[in-house]
């Protein structure tokens, strides 16, 4: 199990989380409020569903508090230099969209 689960499903519960990152239940739902940057949907039966993105993050966190033995702070912060970048990407993406609407809108026109 492993990097393959994770591609071959959506949505995962806790203990499939558990069963692929390693990571203990609890530690799971504590970094889910510690860090914030896992956000499960909640079932109206209140199960928590991971999704991919969820579960990478807690194993960079992992990653980060096991083999880089930082503490939660740390952590904290090294998170926080790819969430900015990430905010970057997410920017540039919406401005190249923006960009190529305009385009399209002009070719349009041009071809009226």
């Known amino acids: 199990m492993g990097i393959e689960e994770i591609e071959q ?20 739902r504590y970094w889910e409020a510690e860090f914030g940057l896992i956000r499960p949907i909640r079932l109206e039966s209140g199960h928590r ?19 880089h033995k930082l503490t939660l702070e740390g952590a904290k912060k090294q998170l926080s230099k790819y969430q900015f970048l990430s905010a970057n990407k997410a920017e540039k993406a919406h ?18």
Do not use: A, C, H, Q
């Not at 558990?18 to 239940?25: A, D, H, L, S």
């Not at 569903?49 to 083999?67: A, F, G, H, Q, S």
């Not at 190249?96 to 009226?112: A, G, N, P, R, S």
């Open 49 to 67: 569903r991971y999704t991919k993105e969820d579960v990478y993050t807690i194993l960079k966190i992992k990653d980060l508090i096991y083999k």
């Open 9 to 28: 499903k959506d949505y995962f519960s806790i203990g499939d989380v558990k069963r692929i990152t390693g990571v203990p239940e609890y530690s799971v």
């Open 95 to 112: 401005s190249d969209v923006k960009l190529l609407t305009e385009i399209k809108e002009t070719l349009e026109e041009l071809l009226k």
